[in-house]
């Protein structure tokens, strides 16, 4: 489906911080356009970053919050239409996510 056709008034939840590497998400949201726009530019996202907060450095996209209990909050909301985990690679994590979160 082409992007400009998606409703204005989407809401994305990006759970951040599993990977314990920023690269990931500032890559993500400054991503190459498509069809003359970046991805999800125009749908109201939301940004939690779960896990310690020392893996960010000066020069990384900050997160609109911090907190596994913050990012419960968010989901437990139940205003947002599409929950994306960023970065869900590192098998090492995968206990910690679903300790924190639940199984995928």
């Known amino acids: 489906r082409n992007l ?3 409703a ?14 920023p690269w990931m998400q500032n890559n993500f949201m400054t991503c190459t356009e498509i069809a003359g726009m970046r991805l ?11 896990t310690d907060p020392s893996y960010l450095g000066a020069d990384d996209i900050k997160p609109d919050a911090f ?12 205003k947002y239409h599409a ?7 590192n098998s090492e994590n995968f206990e910690a996510f679903e300790k924190d979160l639940g199984n995928l």
């Open 83 to 89: 929950i994306v985990v960023v970065d869900y690679s």
């Open 8 to 21: 204005d008034d989407l809401h994305v939840l990006f759970i951040e911080g599993y990977c314990q590497v």
């Open 40 to 50: 999800f530019s125009h749908h109201s996202t939301f940004r939690v970053w779960c």
């Open 67 to 78: 907190g596994v209990e913050r990012c419960r909050e968010e989901i437990e909301s139940g």
């Open 4 to 6: 400009s056709d998606m």
